[in-house]
């Protein structure tokens, strides 16, 4: 069913399809990447598809009613297994529900499945799991599996999670839309301990204007999570900044991203502040290592080597270390802030190449290929990648577009008209 969700939200409203025939098609294309997926809830999922039709018979639907979508692993669901995709700790059966996916159950979602991450969702890359694009390259990570199902049309819209890049990653290599929100604006409680500072939780969608649709039914402050709160929605005039000096690129992505701005009336401009992988990386490490204990500790030879290795990198992070890093945040968000003001929203590569094989998916090359990404996790800012086109491999090239604290709504508007100047064709 090559639908948009808005497009698949109409015509439900329309009766011109039902929300189980909606399922179906989505159960039938996952059963075709059956590795994108940790647990599926195909009983759950049709109830909820056979409640919505009754809802929609009601004239009582919601933003999302009756559309097929997945969450991640790490995303808590009442009663259905967590399994941080790990040997290393026992899977957990929470009792209650995270409040954001309890927010898309609430407009009318059918959550049809849970998607595979790396192991505790602390990687870029998602190993087992093939580019829809091409089979032998990487989807990205951590919301590997997610990217995986909307470009594979297993449902239109996944709930994903970016900590250090974990929604824009896939949405980059696996050529669709991904949308890290500003830190708090989707409330993430009750949740597992990692990465309590850096994540946000988003949606990965086949256009901007579903990303919006299911961020509306996302957004907003929970008296249950102290971090929430509530952001502007709504479009602000534009200007934009453009930048490529934050780390490498491939010459394709460069010329591809230069093509992009030379479209637009940009400023090239930059933040006031070096790099920030290493600043992340104390700040990511010492909190992994922190939330996983147990299994470090207790049960190192069940972890994977890249789960270990990076476990171990925290352990070494002192409390002085990790305490100037903190610090270092306010810095980062002061040039930013700085930089909004005297040119606009920041345009800049998602992440500096095409999705790639094992060759590339070394730890210490993340900090070259996903510079441009730890920036918004650190200062807490919105960012959405959106596609560019195709890189020298014919996979696709991603552009991000960053902004303010709290104008999720400019950036989203920021992304509708860059992807409708490009008109970039769907990679799914």
């Known amino acids: ?17 039902s929300a189980v025939e909606a399922l179906d098609d989505a159960l039938e294309r996952a059963d075709a990447v059956p590795e994108a997926f940790v647990v599926r ?44 995709c790990s040997r290393a700790v026992d899977p957990l059966v929470p009792v209650e529900t ?19 991450t790396p192991e505790f969702c602390y990687a ?29 049309g297993a449902g239109s819209l996944a709930l994903g999670g970016d900590g250090g890049g974990s929604i824009r990653i896939p949405a980059a290599f696996c050529g669709v839309v ?11 409680e009750p949740s597992s301990a990692g990465w309590k500072t850096l994540v946000a939780y988003g949606p990965l969608a086949r256009s901007v204007a579903d990303a919006r649709l299911m961020f509306s039914a996302l957004a907003g402050r929970d008296a249950f999570d102290r971090h929430s709160l509530d952001v502007d929605l709504a479009p602000a005039p534009m200007s934009f900044a453009a930048c490529d000096d934050r780390g490498s690129l491939d010459d394709d992505v460069r010329e591809l991203f230069h093509a992009v701005c030379a479209q637009l009336d940009v400023t090239w401009d930059s933040p006031t502040v070096p790099p920030s992988a290493a600043t992340w990386a104390t700040i990511a490490t010492a909190e992994a290592r922190w939330a996983e204990a147990e299994p470090f500790e207790q049960r190192p030879e069940l972890l994977t080597p890249a789960a270990h290795a990076f476990l171990a990198a925290g352990d070494a992070v002192t409390t002085d270390v990790y305490l100037a890093a903190q610090v270092q945040r306010e810095r980062i968000h002061r040039a930013y802030a700085d930089l909004f003001a005297r040119s606009g929203l920041l345009l800049t ?13 070394a730890p210490e090359s993340f900090a070259d290929w996903g510079a441009f990404l730890f920036d918004a996790n650190l200062a807490g ?8 086109g195709l890189g020298d491999e014919g996979l696709p090239v991603s552009l991000q577009i960053v902004g303010p604290r709290g104008a999720d709504g400019a950036v989203l508007a920021a992304a509708e008209l860059i992807e409708e100047a490009l008109h970039v064709a769907r990679y799914v």
Do not use: Q
């Open 1 to 17: 069913m090559e639908m948009s969700a808005v497009e698949l939200a109409a015509a439900l409203r329309r009766r011109e399809l």
């Open 41 to 84: 809830l195909d009983e759950r999922a049709r109830e909820a598809a056979v409640a919505a039709d009754a809802a929609l018979a009601r004239g009582e639907d919601g933003p999302l009613t009756g559309i097929p979508i997945t969450v991640k692993d790490s995303h808590w669901l009442a009663g259905v297994p967590t399994t941080f």
């Open 98 to 116: 995270v409040a954001a996916v309890r927010r898309l159950e609430d407009a009318g979602a059918v959550i049809f499945g849970k998607t595979t």
């Open 124 to 152: 870029g890359t998602t190993p087992g799991l093939g580019n829809p694009h091409d089979l032998t390259r990487t989807p990205g990570g951590s919301s590997g599996g997610a990217a995986v199902a909307v470009a594979s």
């Open 178 to 188: 991904g949308f890290k929100p500003t830190f708090g604006a989707v409330p993430r």
């Open 349 to 361: 590569p998602t992440v500096g190449c095409e999705a790639f094989d094992g060759s590339r998916t």
């Open 381 to 388: 800012l919105p960012a959405c990648a959106i596609p560019m």
